[in-house]
């Protein structure tokens, strides 16, 4: 997707850079020179989206652009793909963007919104797949040159948004073998473009599935001591669990269990023999996740048994928290600061929101910042929502900041 044009302009820039090194003045006019392919990119993938383990159309597009840009590309088996930059030998650094999109409409009217009905980028994945990809393209013009002293590597992972999510498919293809550090980004829209959010340390939480089915007799509505009253005991656990889980589990551990689904009969004067609740439970720490699926079975079995209906609880794993490593923040805020200034690099708090990017973690130091994509003056509108439009202006940032996180020395975290 880059022209000819484009590519001859990044070479020439990339020729000083044999003396000189990756100078943050050098890497932003690499990633000028490219933004033109990147931006394409991103509204190819935006109008495109696919879903989870179905990122074909997307797998191709990034591939053709770093294949075309000199870079070693490796299809993973379904979607995905790893890209390979630098001196052979050694270890490497990795960069990571997630692929897949949400079940959800676009609402944004934008020229380049989504053409699959029912499908859209609503979480930004189109803004890490564009500026990883942007990052590959302007480490390909230092390498030639002489100015990278390490290999880069490039994972495009497919099914972010499902649990199990993709990263763990990842891990065990290997990717991470030789990685020596690992670095990504999330979208925020409660950031201005222009600015990065950093925290050392837990920087999302974890994240599971909760679903609770009770099953009874079933019955009339007259008689329901005959027909175990479901929906009543149904509604205990929606709203008594959320609340004994505050008092069994340490407060200080930001557990949290939040309903998004409950069903259960269809008519007004049936007990019905069936229903079910469906949530989410978030930890913001790793030691009360680990221990907080089997408190839940415990509390619905203990909240169910005086009505005489049965209960089973489905646990989907999801992920840890992502937690970002000291030195790699360090990495990172001296790559944004370097790049952007001193004031674009902002403190951020903990999210409850989950992230698979977790699960590398516990194989490889890394860490996680959050790119701002709010136009400044610009309504605010969160991620999952229909209407989430980011500004295009941060597709240079996150191209120059992991670009120059993922070339400098201290990147290897040795």
Known sequence: MSSDTGNDTATAAARPAATVGATPQLTA???????????????????????????????????ELLTGAGLAVRLLPGTGLVAEVGPEGGPAVAVRADLDALPLEETTGLPYASAVPGVAHACGHDVHTAAVAGAGLVLADLHRAGALGHRVRLLFQPAEEVMPGGALDLVGAGVLEGVAALYGLHCDPSLDVGTVGLKAGPITSASDHVTVRLSGTGGHTSRPHLAGDLVFALGQVVTQLPAVL????????????????????????????????????????????????????DVVADLVRPYDVRAEVVLVRGVPPVDNDVRATAVLEEAARTTLGADAVLPTRQSLGGED?????????????????????????????????????????????????????RALLR
Request: charged share 20%; net charge neutral; aromatic share 4%.
């Open 29 to 63: 006019a690499l990633a000028a020179a490219h933004l033109p392919a990147v931006v394409a990119l991103r509204r190819a993938v935006h109008a495109h989206p696919e879903l989870a383990r179905a990122e074909r159309r997307t797998t191709t597009a990034v591939a």
């Open 246 to 297: 505050t008092r069994r589990v340490d407060p200080r551990s930001g557990v949290n269990l939040t309903w998004g689904a409950v069903h259960a009969g269809d008519a007004a004067n049936a007990v019905p023999a069936e229903g079910y609740a469906q949530g989410t439970l978030r930890c913001m720490e790793t030691e009360a996740w680990q221990h907080a699926g089997e408190l839940v079975e």
């Open 357 to 409: 990017f977790a699960w590398y973690l516990h194989h490889v130091p890394g860490a996680m910042l959050r790119l701002g994509t709010h136009p400044p003056g610009g309504a605010r509108h969160d991620l999952h929502r229909g209407d989430y439009a980011p500004d295009e202006g941060a597709l240079a940032v996150g191209v120059r900041v992991l670009a120059a996180a993922a070339s400098a020395p």
